[in-house]
């Protein structure tokens, strides 16, 4: 087995996010999460439907940066109001880079403190709640912090959660579908108690305490705790020839730390 | 008929306290020349609707706007907005911040006259508390579910840019997405384009050619030749974003927007501008971006 970077272990996470996805589109928002998507495409998951990163659906994942003699190989048209138009019917996954994300689940890329003066005002809740209500998402965080994943709520609730208090009626809506929250140190879930957020792996030298430790709320733990497997040749060979032959991944995570930790 | 007109006419259409539709998409095809313009203007206390980029940090640096209509403010190759997040952080305007399909829905709600469009999306965030004023609704059917009435958002002005128009007010985008462009238009009272080009009508004579055409004339009310007129949004096929102008511009946000104003926009027609960011060539050079 070569040795690897903690990003490229991060892709190989984001890839397994879309396992079962079929011909659901992979919106992918961010290099990790589109990395992943491409990797998920080219091995197991051949049915997804992915883009350029613009408007035209691909039979492949586009390389990403400069693309030299490549052209994308179109399969269809996806615009921005066509990727609406499907978001309701379902058939779709995201991964996005949220700035905040609480013990529900809820994201936020909207604003960091008061609503009507900012300190920091960020992009706007851009797709967020009509994503969360519609279909599947997952989450790619470079940097595990207590600043990321927040005690209490997100200051502004863009992307909704396992948050009871905040369903019409109280009741879960029908289509909301938190699965997988991929970050520097661990691998997550929703399917702790009550959607609890919950370790499903902890990345190589990554202890439970150090990721509880860097998280502002209480996280559960999926029975058989175990450390995220390592890439497989294949999969650094595709990541590295294939879908990021100019390596824009070695900035994905502060300092583009080795994969395996003690090492 | 002959709707061709000056870009400083459209400006003349836009008044204190209207609704504003701005076409484009974050650093993409955006109506940076009209904008310019808009900024010689005294107009103010806008309420702006955007898929926001340059327009709205432009607009904001002036101070004209009242109200933001939003769901995002970006430059895409420069993710942040650095106009938009001053004024935003001063609490210079009010916000109506929503999903980006919420604001579809009320600028389709607004081209099919009707007071609201019933959706999910909304429930479960911030997007509601933040704006009280969208009202939920019961259905009328067995299924008794509660959904958001997406009010609609009605539009004073619109303004667009686009690759080709004629004198009529039939257009042409030859990018891969019109975006939103044509329901800005819709929702909108009327609707005004720049074109990097000015065409004759038997130009549009093309079965292929007739599929980028989303805005339909008759909600057109004037063209103007502005070519080059994105610019430092991206325009494609034809030029890419200039990310080292909105870099530069972004930079500006600290203490440098009244420099910017003088060297770029004051008494600057489009050809001064142009010359101010290396000319047609320049422009022209700029690589189409890649995402």
Same mark, same amino acid.
């Given at each position: 087995?070569?040795?690897?970077?903690?990003?490229?272990?991060?892709?190989?996470?984001?890839?397994?996010?879309?396992?079962?996805?079929?011909?659901?589109? &992979?919106?992918?928002?961010?290099?990790?999460?589109?990395?992943?998507?491409?990797? &998920?495409?080219?091995?197991?998951?051949?049915?997804?439907?992915?883009?350029?990163?613009?408007?035209?659906?691909?039979?492949?994942?586009?390389?990403?940066?400069?693309?030299?003699?490549?052209?994308?190989?179109?399969?269809?048209?996806?615009?921005?109001?066509?990727?609406?138009?499907?978001?309701?019917?379902?058939?779709?996954? &995201?991964?996005?880079?949220?700035?905040?994300?609480?013990?529900?689940?809820?994201?936020?890329? %909207?604003?960091?403190?008061?609503?009507?003066?900012?300190?920091?005002?960020?992009?706007?809740?851009?797709?967020?709640?009509?994503?969360?209500?519609?279909?599947?998402?997952?989450?790619?965080?470079?940097?595990?912090?207590?600043?990321?994943?927040?005690?209490?709520?997100?200051?502004?609730?863009?992307?909704?959660?396992?948050?009871?208090?905040?369903?019409?009626?109280?009741?879960?809506?029908?289509?909301?579908?938190?699965?997988?929250?991929?970050?520097?140190?661990?691998?997550?879930?929703?399917?702790?108690?009550?959607?609890?957020?919950?370790?499903? %792996?902890?990345?190589?030298?990554?202890?439970?305490?150090?990721?509880?430790?860097?998280?502002?709320?209480?996280?559960?733990?999926?029975?058989?705790?175990?450390?995220?497997?390592?890439?497989?040749?294949?999969?650094?060979?595709?990541?590295?020839?294939?879908?990021?032959?100019?390596?824009?991944?070695?900035?994905?995570?502060?300092?583009?730390?080795?994969?395996?930790? %003690?090492? | 008929?002959?709707?061709?007109?000056?870009?400083?006419?459209?400006?003349?259409?836009?008044?204190?306290?209207?609704?504003?539709?701005?076409?484009?998409?974050?650093?993409?095809?955006?109506?940076?020349?009209?904008?310019?313009?808009?900024?010689?203007?005294?107009?103010?206390?806008?309420?702006?609707?955007?898929?926001?980029?340059?327009?709205?940090?432009?607009?904001?640096?002036?101070?004209?706007?009242?109200?933001?209509?939003?769901?995002?403010?970006?430059?895409?190759?420069?993710?942040?907005?650095?106009?938009?997040?001053?004024?935003?952080?001063?609490?210079?305007?009010?916000?109506?911040?929503?999903?980006?399909?919420?604001?579809?829905?009320?600028?389709?709600?607004?081209?099919?006259?009707?007071?609201?469009?019933?959706?999910?999306?909304?429930?479960?965030?911030?997007?509601?508390?933040?704006?009280?004023?969208?009202?939920?609704?019961?259905?009328?059917?067995?299924?008794?579910?509660?959904?958001?009435?997406?009010?609609?958002?009605?539009?004073?002005?619109?303004?667009?840019?686009?690759?080709?128009?004629?004198?009529?007010?039939? #257009?042409?985008?030859?990018?891969?997405?019109?975006?939103?462009?044509?329901?800005?238009?819709?929702?909108?009272?009327?609707?005004?384009?720049?074109?990097?080009?000015?065409?004759?009508?038997?130009?549009?004579?093309?079965?292929?050619?007739?599929?980028?055409?989303?805005?339909?004339? #008759?909600?057109?009310?004037?063209?103007?030749?502005?070519?080059?007129?994105?610019?430092?949004?991206?325009?494609?096929?034809?030029?890419?974003?200039?990310?080292?102008?909105?870099?530069?511009?972004?930079?500006?946000?600290?203490?440098?927007?009244?420099?910017?104003?003088?060297?770029?926009?004051?008494?600057?027609?489009?050809?001064?501008?142009?010359?101010?960011?290396?000319?047609?060539?320049?422009?022209?050079?700029?690589?189409?971006?890649?995402?």
């Amino acid at each position: 087995m070569s040795a690897y970077t903690l990003a490229e272990l991060c892709i190989c996470c984001a890839a397994e996010a879309f396992r079962g996805d079929g011909e659901a589109l &992979a919106t992918s928002i961010g290099l990790v999460p589109r990395l992943g998507a491409g990797l &998920a495409k080219l091995t197991f998951e051949p049915g997804l439907m992915i883009t350029d990163g613009e408007a035209y659906l691909v039979r492949e994942p586009v390389p990403v940066g400069p693309r030299g003699d490549y052209r994308p190989k179109i399969e269809g048209l996806m615009t921005y109001e066509r990727v609406f138009d499907l978001i309701y019917k379902g058939k779709r996954h &995201a991964m996005v880079t949220p700035v905040q994300v609480d013990r529900f689940g809820q994201m936020n890329i %909207s604003i960091i403190g008061d609503y009507e003066r900012p300190k920091t005002a960020l992009l706007g809740v851009r797709g967020y709640p009509g994503n969360t209500i519609s279909n599947a998402n997952s989450m790619f965080l470079p940097q595990h912090t207590k600043r990321a994943f927040v005690t209490g709520e997100v200051d502004m609730v863009g992307g909704i959660g396992y948050n009871p208090a905040r369903w019409p009626n109280g009741h879960k809506p029908e289509h909301l579908d938190l699965r997988r929250i991929v970050t520097n140190l661990a691998v997550m879930d929703f399917q702790g108690p009550s959607h609890a957020i919950r370790v499903i %792996s902890l990345n190589p030298g990554v202890t439970f305490d150090e990721v509880q430790d860097n998280t502002g709320f209480e996280l559960a733990t999926a029975p058989g705790l175990s450390t995220t497997p390592a890439p497989t040749d294949e999969q650094l060979k595709l990541i590295r020839e294939r879908l990021d032959p100019h390596d824009l991944r070695a900035g994905a995570i502060p300092g583009n730390p080795p994969g395996e930790r %003690s090492s | 008929m002959d709707k061709t007109c000056a870009v400083a006419d459209i400006t003349n259409a836009i008044e204190s306290g209207m609704t504003l539709g701005i076409g484009g998409w974050g650093g993409r095809r955006k109506p940076m020349a009209v904008i310019r313009e808009l900024l010689k203007t005294d107009v103010q206390d806008l309420t702006v609707i955007s898929y926001g980029g340059p327009d709205v940090g432009m607009l904001a640096a002036a101070g004209k706007i009242a109200k933001l209509v939003f769901g995002f403010v970006s430059m895409d190759l420069v993710p942040l907005e650095a106009h938009f997040r001053a004024a935003r952080q001063a609490g210079a305007f009010e916000v109506m911040e929503l999903d980006e399909g919420m604001l579809q829905l009320g600028l389709k709600a607004a081209a099919s006259r009707l007071p609201f469009l019933p959706t999910r999306v909304g429930f479960g965030s911030d997007v509601l508390t933040a704006n009280p004023e969208i009202k939920t609704i019961t259905s009328p059917y067995p299924d008794g579910e509660t959904l958001v009435a997406m009010p609609a958002l009605p539009i004073d002005v619109a303004i667009c840019h686009v690759n080709e128009a004629d004198a009529l007010g039939n #257009s042409r985008i030859c990018g891969p997405d019109p975006f939103f462009d044509e329901w800005l238009c819709r929702a909108a009272n009327q609707a005004f384009l720049s074109a990097e080009a000015l065409v004759d009508t038997d130009t549009f004579n093309d079965p292929l050619t007739a599929l980028q055409m989303p805005i339909e004339r #008759s909600l057109v009310r004037g063209v103007a030749a502005a070519p080059w007129g994105a610019h430092p949004t991206s325009c494609g096929p034809k030029y890419g974003m200039d990310v080292e102008h909105l870099r530069a511009y972004s930079a500006a946000a600290k203490g440098g927007w009244t420099d910017y104003l003088e060297r770029y926009v004051l008494g600057k027609d489009l050809s001064a501008y142009l010359a101010e960011v290396g000319g047609p060539e320049a422009v022209g050079a700029l690589p189409l971006p890649v995402f």
